[in-house]
């Protein structure tokens, strides 16, 4: 038998109030005293994340299965066309969470905050609130118009009254065929248990009733007035007490924690509204969804490493973005976590295991509300032994009351070693409009951006240069291939190369400068003679943009032609830069873009191109982007536009940044690439001392006179030629895959340039060698030595080498150091 004190045992002891209905309403509801005039009993829930700290997961989890009952109940169809509200202030994360289960729907919720700029859609009155006019505010009006189901979510239903006065309102202006209401409890009495049929019966409406528990809560006569004189009781109690050793103390701790608040920057996503006050689309979920990793690796990053207990502590409408990080939070420490939020609403605070509010901080309203100054409320929060609080608010609410001596930051101190705090940016409204803006940027040049001169290439990128985005390789690795990230998300470390390292680049660019001009120039006299006569060269950053550059370079040397340049993002399961292609195709005819790569491993950038292409002219009605790709070398025989396709070492595969202009590989991660941005990357200006880039460069483009004559022979022979791609480099790696027990093709990267990529930024298992392979490999022997990583020789190998990645990584696998690469 349980010892456990039900939370409304106080209350029910001394005012006579009786629960009675479903076993777990116990679990779900304890009761307290209200300073309010209108209702003396409280119904506090345990799983509303309102005044009681709870765990995130269970307080989601409630949410999001009264929604799944609600799919359930409407079906596919009617979920497409549904809209769910939320009721201020207690339900907004609940209703976000039950719109969650629905999973098709917009969500919205009525607000107490006027917004300046924004028409009322509607608006109700809650009978018994302490705060009754509730506004309904959303960006798009047409969210409540349409003839789809509404679904209105509260934490209770008790009189009926709050419902009705809404749907009422909403069904003069808009109206529908079906309602579905949905609360954690049904408290409704016997006199109310028929309002809800006789009013569906007056409007020619549906509604149904979707509850996680039901009963009904029995008051005595009088409970009003007997409810108010013990409140007065209560409170001129506290007054008389004089303060303690342990208020004095925590006072003091107050004073001087002052100003010692840890404000976490969250890097939340652009364009992602903060709730649904506005609306909520699913596809703005989506987007948070995919965000939300990273926010939470922020706010942990900033919690003491001996953290035992942690609040998250929401901030009164503001409940679904706290609920959300601090659910995530939950999965990536080790502390308990739990959650709840500020609000409105004034309770008694009595410390005793039967009352379900315990303590309470008061502090002034740090919003500017419309009705003016007062009083909020954060309760169960003092003596609950959170050794730190992290504090979300939204923008509007990062005030100097906030921050002031009696703000909520300095009563939080009081009572935790550790306040932080996270804003998060307050939607701002604009027209409702589903067109994108009309002008995107235009291309970041060097000096400003990159080390190459700013004829030679327009970066379609934003500058991320300031974001610290590098994590260890190990890291990388064991995040990419869990699952947990993608590899676009973060970046390898920038290593400058050792001296040593640095000698076999110049060496092997001594060697192979030639060979390189004259694929340069193969390649663009075929692109010269087969796609346009003034072709717009676009290069896949970053391992594309020298190439870019040199057959710049050709067309100018050998025919004067000044060739536009631009380099754009792609990324494997993610796709190209649609944002990069609107531009393209706003600026120039997308008949004469060629895009432009190194060189071809297995093909998987090759078919990423020809779907993204594909999918983007579906959806935008742009036609003429040709996906054929103009690449050095194609040892995978992926494509009919090349230089060669024998498998040599092109010195610019070497390294990172240092030969690509100190530009990183791009990056694409929710939270710092919006809807309408372009991907983005850095410009390690650091790195200048290292810079090869353009040493590179100039040394291809001073063999071209030597190699003239024999490049216009080879692009010859080439046009004449059968260049149909045969995919022989996928069927190998397809073989060795499975040769090698790996079973995943992209732990496979074949060719000389995707071998040192693996021995430079991922954690490579071991190398494949052609047997007889002479000096195009002397670089990937001494990384591979470095690394501490084995070369097996292979006598028939339709490469010069493949670079196994570590299958099934985990970070002690290359031991504890993980063998970092020193070059």
């Known amino acids: 038998m349980s010892n456990v004190v039900w939370t409304g045992t106080w209350v029910a002891e001394r005012l006579g109030v009786e629960l009675v209905g479903d076993e777990k309403l116990t679990d779900l509801l304890g009761l307290a005293l209200r300073r ?85 859609a509607g608006g109700f009155e809650e009978s018994h609130s302490h705060a009754t006019s509730h506004l309904l505010l959303p960006e798009n009006p047409a969210l409540l118009s349409g003839p789809g189901p509404l679904v209105l979510v509260d934490d209770e239903f008790s009189t009926g009254n709050t419902v009705l006065n809404t749907i009422r309102d909403l069904h003069a202006r808009y109206p529908r065929e079906r309602y579905v209401v949905v609360a954690l409890v049904d408290m409704r009495s016997a006199a109310d248990m028929g309002r809800l049929d006789e009013f569906a019966r007056e409007i020619g409406a549906r509604v149904d009733l979707v509850t996680a528990a039901s009963g009904t809560v029995k008051l005595p006569e009088g409970v009003l007035q007997k409810g108010q004189a013990l409140v007065a009781e209560q409170e ?73 207990r942690v609040l998250v502590l929401g901030f009164e409408e503001l409940m679904y973005a706290p609920l959300r990080l601090a659910r995530e939070l939950e999965q990536v420490v080790a502390a308990e976590v739990r959650y709840s939020t500020t609000t409105r609403s004034p309770v008694l605070a009595l410390d005793n295991p039967g009352y379900a509010i315990r303590s309470r901080l008061v502090f002034p309203a740090h919003d500017n509300p419309g009705d003016g100054p007062g009083e909020r409320y954060a ?3 003092a003596g609950a032994g959170f050794d730190a609080v992290i504090a979300v608010v939204d923008s509007t609410a990062d005030t100097p009351e906030l921050h002031a001596m009696d703000g909520l930051l300095a009563q939080l101190a009081a009572h935790t070693p550790n ?31 990159s080390s190459y001169a700013p004829e030679d290439v327009g970066w379609l990128l934003q500058d991320l ?113 649609a944002n990069a292609l609107r531009w393209l195709a706003a600026h120039h005819d997308p008949a004469d873009v060629v895009f432009v790569d190194g060189w071809t491993g297995k093909g998987a950038i090759t078919r990423e191109l020809a779907d993204a292409i594909r999918e983007f002219e579906e959806a ?36 990172n940044s240092t030969v690509s202009g100190l530009i990183s590989r791009t990056v694409l991660r929710s939270d710092l690439v919006g809807e309408h941005d372009f991907h983005g990357a850095k410009f390690y200006r650091e790195l200048a001392g290292s810079d090869v880039s353009v040493d590179f460069l100039d040394a291809v483009a001073a063999r071209f006179p030597d190699v003239a004559d024999a490049a216009c022979a ?65 670089h990937v022997r001494l990384l591979a030595e470095q690394r501490g990583v084995p070369v097996e020789e292979v006598a028939e190998l339709p490469y010069t080498c493949v670079g196994l990645i570590h299958p099934k990584f985990t970070r002690g696998a290359t031991g504890a150091d993980g063998k970092s690469v020193t070059v």
């Open 36 to 120: 309010n005039p209108k209702r003396a009993h409280l119904l506090v829930s345990n799983v509303l994340g309102k005044h009681v700290p709870q765990s995130p997961s269970v307080v989601y989890g409630h949410g999001f299965a009264l929604g799944r009952r609600v799919r359930d109940l409407l079906g596919a169809e009617e979920c497409r066309a549904a809209v769910v509200l939320g009721y201020a202030e207690t339900a907004t994360g609940l209703g976000h969470c039950v719109a969650d289960g629905v999973g098709l729907a917009p969500y919205l919720h009525s607000t107490r905050r006027p917004v300046p700029g924004v028409a009322s």
């Open 236 to 308: 001129a109690a506290a007054l008389a007490a004089p303060a303690g050793p342990a208020v004095l103390a925590a006072r003091a701790r107050a004073r001087a924690r002052a100003g010692r608040v840890t404000r976490v920057e969250l890097g939340w996503p652009r364009g992602v509204p903060d709730g649904g006050r506005h609306g909520f689309t699913p596809g703005q979920r989506i987007r948070l969804d995919g965000a939300l990793p990273a926010l939470a690796a922020r706010v942990a990053g900033a919690l003491p490493g001996d953290a035992r």
């Open 379 to 381: 309760y169960n929060v």
């Open 419 to 449: 306040v932080l705090l996270a804003v998060v940016p307050s939607y701002v409204p604009g027209r409702p409009s589903t067109e994108r803006p009309s002008m995107l940027p235009e291309p970041l040049r060097g000096p400003a951006f």
């Open 465 to 577: 240069s300031d974001v610290t985005l590098e994590a260890p390789t190990e890291e990388r690795e064991e995040a990419i291939q869990s699952g947990g990230a993608h590899y676009a998300e973060s970046l390898p470390v920038e290593y400058q190369p050792s001296a040593h390292y640095q000698e076999l680049f110049h060496a092997a660019l001594g060697t192979s400068a030639a060979r390189i001009a004259q694929a340069v120039g193969a390649v663009t006299e075929l692109v010269l003679a087969e796609r346009s006569p003034r072709p717009v060269l676009v290069s896949l950053a970053r391992a594309g943009t020298p190439v870019g550059v040199l057959m710049r370079r050709w067309a100018q040397y050998r025919h004067g032609l000044d060739l536009p340049h631009y380099a754009v993002s792609i990324v494997r399961g993610r796709g190209i830069d």
């Open 620 to 655: 935008e009605g742009v036609t003429g982007f040709d996906p054929e790709i103009a690449v050095l070398a194609d040892p995978g025989s992926c494509v009919r536009t090349y230089g060669t396709r024998e498998d040599f070492l092109i010195p610019s595969a070497c390294l």
């Open 714 to 778: 080879q692009a010859k022979e080439l046009l004449a030629a059968d260049r149909t791609p045969t995919w022989e480099g996928w069927g190998a790696v397809e073989r060795i895959s499975e040769e090698y027990g790996i079973h995943d093709v992209n732990l496979v990267k074949p060719g000389v340039g995707e071998t040192t990529r693996v021995l430079l930024r991922r954690v490579p298992w071991k190398i494949l060698a052609r047997a007889g392979a002479g000096a195009d490999l002397d």
